[in-house]
């Protein structure tokens, strides 16, 4: 069973059907004791970065995502916001993240008028490292991403990189925590590749 964080800022239908694709049963919920039986998190999330944060905290799943992930070491895969969320902090706000993952959030500052914000569409990525995540990948993976900020690693956790204009870590990945700046529930079978290789090797 894999749980979905519902902290309303997300559409969570869209994951939880793609899931249902591979055969894989969810739940969506915003209900802490729900989480701490959890085996495996999905943390998604679209809009801003303080506003993430804050409902994480007033639905009161704060501390019991902290618990979960670094204590027990429950696999999580945070999708767009949710893996911004992963990091220290962000541009895009004040409130400081999760730092499970040492990285920080920094905007988009288009060098030419071509590369427009939000990054929208679909992209390739490549792998720079070895991942389960990418394991048995389709040749030359591309996924749909749609964000203004990208996460930039201080240590070894980036996995994959993107480019648009810059050179980005669209993929990351610390022990149980994972991230990825795309939506793989919207990158077809890229997505539901990487989704799969989720549930099944962490």
Known sequence: MVTIVDYKVGNLGSIQN???KIGVPSMVTSDPKQIKTAQKIILPGVGAYDSGVNSLKEHGLWDVLNDRVLN???PVLGICLGMQLLCNRSEEGKE????WIDADVVRFRPSE???KTPHMGWNYTKAVSDSLLFKDMYPDPKFYFVH???ALANDASSIAKTIYDVTFDSVLEKDNILGTQFHPEKSHKFGMKLLKNFIENY
Do not use: E, H, N
């Open 18 to 20: 793609m899931l249902k």
């Open 72 to 74: 027990d070491r429950t």
């Open 96 to 99: 400081k993240g999760l730092g």
């Open 113 to 115: 008028k071509k590369f």
């Open 148 to 150: 203004s900020f990208y």
